[in-house]
């Protein structure tokens, strides 16, 4: 597929915004290794090859095991995900599809279970921030294949 525009050239004050959301999502003090399996999870279900190509790599460069990116859509099936993973990859899953879910309020409590009131807010913000960047890459073709981790920093 060919890319439809260079989004980030042609609207620079629209990517650094977005730029903007990640480095606070990065900062905000989240496990980078969490944070990866939610911008996985996020990718798959949006369908955007793309960030899949770029957050499995990053995750497997960070050390993540192969084992737990091939389940990762099967994750409730799956023993190799601690709750606090598991807790953050449902509320992934309901904000993400969230115009065909609810965040119910059993949701909402079992997630607090893990999740103080600040991580709760950042994880959400890193929810938002894949989902933004899912549809800027899906929208535009961003091409995919040639990321390699590190490159960003």
């Not at 993540?64 to 994750?75: H, I």
Request: a negative charge.
């Amino acid at each position: 597929m060919e890319t439809r525009i260079d989004y980030g050239r042609v609207a620079t004050g629209a990517a650094q915004a977005m730029l903007g959301m990640e480095g606070y999502v990065r900062a905000a003090g989240l496990e980078p290794a969490l944070l990866e399996l939610v911008k996985v999870r996020a990718s798959q279900l949006n369908g955007c090859a793309y960030c899949l190509d770029m957050h499995s790599k990053d995750a497997r460069a960070a050390g993540e095991a192969e084992q737990r990116l091939y389940v990762l859509p099967a994750w409730r099936e799956a023993p190799f995900y601690t709750p606090r993973e598991r807790a953050a990859l449902a509320w992934t899953e309901a904000l993400t599809l969230i115009s065909a879910t609810d965040i119910t309020d059993e949701l909402y409590a079992a997630t607090r279970e893990h999740f103080d009131e600040r991580e709760l807010v950042d994880l959400t913000m890193a929810v938002i921030t894949i989902n933004g960047w899912n549809r800027l890459a899906i929208a535009f073709r961003s091409p995919v294949g040639s990321y390699q981790p590190n490159a960003r920093q």
